[in-house]
């Protein structure tokens, strides 16, 4: 059964708030470049509350996102916006 991912709303990833913050200090070890460092992501609940297909949750705990499924929908959207640029440039030839 294969669809297009447009069937999944990717549409709602743009509600996504990207964030910085930092991981605790025993996430990462210590000879990671990271460690201490501010960094983007998301926070995987609120990817559960926007695209829950791509929050991973064990025993119904929300434990991480998954960008295996973000990255899909995010392509998705790129393309869209890049097929628009085209037209509006007068590309589509």
Same mark, same amino acid.
């Given at each position: ?7 999944? @709303?990717?549409?709602?990833? +743009?509600?996504?708030?990207?964030? %910085? ?5 025993? !996430?990462?070890?210590? $000879? /990671? @470049?990271?460690?201490?460092? +501010?960094?983007?992501?998301?926070? %995987? ?5 926007? !695209?829950?297909?791509? $929050? /991973? ?22 393309? /869209? ?13």
């Amino acid at each position: 059964d294969i669809r297009t991912v447009a069937d999944l @709303d990717p549409q709602k990833l +743009l509600t996504l708030p990207v964030r %910085a913050f930092k991981y605790k200090a025993d !996430y990462l070890d210590s $000879a /990671d @470049d990271r460690s201490g460092s +501010l960094l983007p992501g998301f926070i %995987a609940e609120e990817v559960a509350n926007v !695209y829950a297909i791509a $929050a /991973d949750q064990v025993e119904g705990v929300i434990e991480s996102w998954n960008d295996r499924y973000v990255v899909p929908g995010l392509l998705a959207l790129i393309q /869209d916006l890049y097929a628009r640029v085209e037209i509006l440039e007068g590309n589509n030839e």
